[in-house]
């Protein structure tokens, strides 16, 4: 140990400085505050000297030396989050920040979306002519359509049949000529070269006080054809009648006449039909239709159901001169 230390007792050097004032050699320190040397141990650590900063904890732990820590650098303190502002109103914090553009994409197609909807639903709902009908008229409209959902189902029944017995080898040649005479029968009747017979209906157009128009025989052929009319003909207070097919044209005469297919009827005109008759007087009948019209404008439509109806007029056959069958 140098001159300049000496040692405290405690396993820590201590610098050589003034220490502790006393009196001459033996003499004790004449200071008032001054403790008794009676009563101070050999043992007993004097106090730290005023260079260092701090005690040691009572486990040991080390101290800090002042001169370290002056020549220390500063240690900046950690930083710490701080809390996040209270959003304001109409400021980003009110929104949760800014929105993506994926955001803004999806808010325009729900906005689409929702308007497509409302424009549909005000325009099923403003439908002028279902908001007008009663409640059996559209019963009866129910009815003709079920009626010619069953009636199509028939027939792709009966043309199933048909292709089973074609395709069953021997037989198939005699069923294949039963279906072509059947096929020619069909066609003969709508091509209006065969006569045809079964149930169906008599309409009678009776005019009122001014004739009957040839756009509203041509929206009674509609109508029946619509409801599933399979042959018809219209015939005048004199004359023969006039067989109706799909090329069939309707004109306004002369002096309240109806020209069909170039020769001229007067009226009353009555048309009769063949198909079923429940279906087709349903369709006449509904607001807004033929009976409607012409009772609009001072006539009268009468409808007679008949169990079995004549269509016996012929339309001459026509000479094709550009359509050919397909091979």
Not at 142 to 168: C, G, H, M, N, P
Not at 235 to 259: E, H
Not at 317 to 325: C, D, G, S, T, V
């Amino acid at each position: 140990m140098s001159d300049e230390q000496r040692e405290t007792g405690t396993g820590w050097p201590e610098p050589a400085g003034p220490g502790r004032r006393s009196g001459p050699a033996g003499e004790p320190d004449p200071r008032p505050d001054a403790p008794d040397p009676d009563e101070i141990s050999p043992l007993v650590a004097p106090p730290e000297p005023e260079s260092r900063v701090g005690d040691a904890d009572d486990d040991g732990g080390p101290t800090v030396n002042l001169a370290e820590a002056v020549a220390a650098p500063p240690q900046e303190p950690e930083p710490t989050s701080a809390p996040a502002p209270a959003p304001t109103k109409g400021g980003p914090g009110a929104w949760g920040g800014r929105l993506s553009s994926a955001g803004v994409m999806i808010a325009v197609l729900l906005a689409l979306l929702g308007f497509t909807l409302v424009v549909q639903l005000k325009t099923t709902s403003t439908d002028p002519t279902l908001a007008a009908t009663r409640q059996e008229d559209l019963v009866r409209i129910f009815s003709d359509l079920d009626s010619r959902e069953k009636r199509l189902q028939q027939d792709i029944e009966a043309l199933e049949e048909s292709q089973r017995q074609l395709r069953s080898g021997e037989q198939g040649r005699q069923a294949a000529l039963e279906e072509a005479r059947r096929r020619a029968d069909q066609l003969g009747i709508l091509a209006g070269t065969l006569p045809a017979r079964g149930p169906g209906l008599a309409v009678r157009f009776v005019p009122g006080g001014k004739p009957i128009a040839a756009e509203r025989i041509l929206d009674a052929v509609q109508e029946l054809r619509g409801a599933g009319a399979e042959a018809m003909q219209i015939s005048g207070a004199g004359g023969s009648p006039v067989r109706i097919i799909a090329s069939t044209y309707f004109l306004d005469g002369q002096n309240g006449s109806l020209v069909v297919d170039g020769r001229s009827l007067s009226g009353p005109y009555t048309i009769t039909v063949i198909g079923d008759p429940t279906t087709m007087s349903t369709a006449l009948k509904i607001p807004g239709g033929v009976a409607a019209t012409v009772a609009g404008d001072g006539g009268n439509v009468i409808v007679e159901e008949r169990e079995v109806a004549e269509v016996s007029a012929l339309h001459g056959p026509m000479k094709l001169e550009h359509a050919r069958p397909v091979s």
